[in-house]
């Protein structure tokens, strides 16, 4: 059974930029969530994909946007890069939307703004 | 809306000695309740969660919490520390409907020492 990935690990942009992370999700697991977590401060739910339809939304702009494919992995965007996105971005996937907390979380994209 | 509070950032504690991470929630209904351990460099890992049933709920790694509805806590304790348990952690709530979101606290980063 694989956990959760994430690609890239780590990675530079400058304001203004466009940058995608990548999540593979756990085997058999049709839901994936993203949350974004500062310097300091605990992970802040950012969206959920269930069965590729967004499921659920916290208090992010809509520059922040998602996929889910067919094979249930990820893709989160973020467009128009402010300093302030600096931040480790995590990935969790889980068996259907219905909460039982059983989150699984990958390692984080480390993303750093200019 | 749901929040989540952790009392100081920082506890340090001599290996061997108790543990005490101090976590308390706001919410208009009693929701589950988690915590998760983050090990640098590292995604967030499930120590424990509480859902339903027995209020003190046992981990991995020797950890357990207990709900205290009364009190809106849920403290993580572990009578003896070991080295191995140096780390961030973090409490977290989600609510008992809906999609699965988690809401952290700020976290607490427990310093072991020899």
């Known amino acids: 059974e694989t956990g959760v990935t994430q690609s890239p690990t780590h990675l530079i942009k400058t304001r203004g930029q466009q940058v995608t992370l990548r999540c593979s999700s756990q085997?058999?697991?049709?839901?994936v969530s993203w949350y974004q977590q500062a310097l300091g401060q605990g992970p802040q739910f950012i969206f959920q994909?269930?069965?590729?339809?967004?499921?659920g939304r916290g208090n992010f702009p809509p520059r922040f946007s998602g996929l889910q494919f067919p094979n249930y992995s990820s893709e989160l965007n973020v467009n128009a890069l402010e300093l302030d996105d600096s931040a480790l971005y995590l990935c969790?996937?889980?068996?259907?939307?219905?909460?039982?907390?059983?989150?699984?979380f990958g390692e984080g994209s480390r993303l750093t703004v200019l | 809306a749901q929040s989540v509070t952790q009392l100081g950032s920082h506890v340090s504690v001599s290996e061997g000695a108790l543990v005490l991470l101090r976590c308390n929630y706001s919410?208009?209904?009693?929701?589950?309740l988690f915590w998760y351990v983050q090990y640098p460099n590292q995604g967030l890992q499930l120590l424990l969660k509480?859902?339903?049933?027995?209020?003190l709920v046992k981990g991995i790694n020797g950890f357990e919490a207990e709900f205290k509805k009364s009190e809106t806590s849920f403290h993580l304790t572990k009578p003896s520390a070991h080295m191995s348990d140096a780390a961030e952690y973090f409490c977290?709530?989600?609510?008992?409907?809906?999609?699965?979101?988690?809401?952290f606290g700020k976290g607490t980063m427990l310093l072991v020492s020899p």
């Open positions: 969790a996937s889980s068996l259907g939307s219905a909460n039982t907390g059983e989150l699984f």
């Open positions: 085997s058999g697991h049709n839901t």
């Open positions: 994909y269930y069965r590729e339809e967004e499921n």
């Open positions: 919410s208009s209904v009693p929701p589950y």
């Open positions: 509480y859902t339903t049933g027995a209020t």
């Open positions: 977290a709530v989600s609510p008992i409907s809906g999609y699965s979101t988690l809401t």
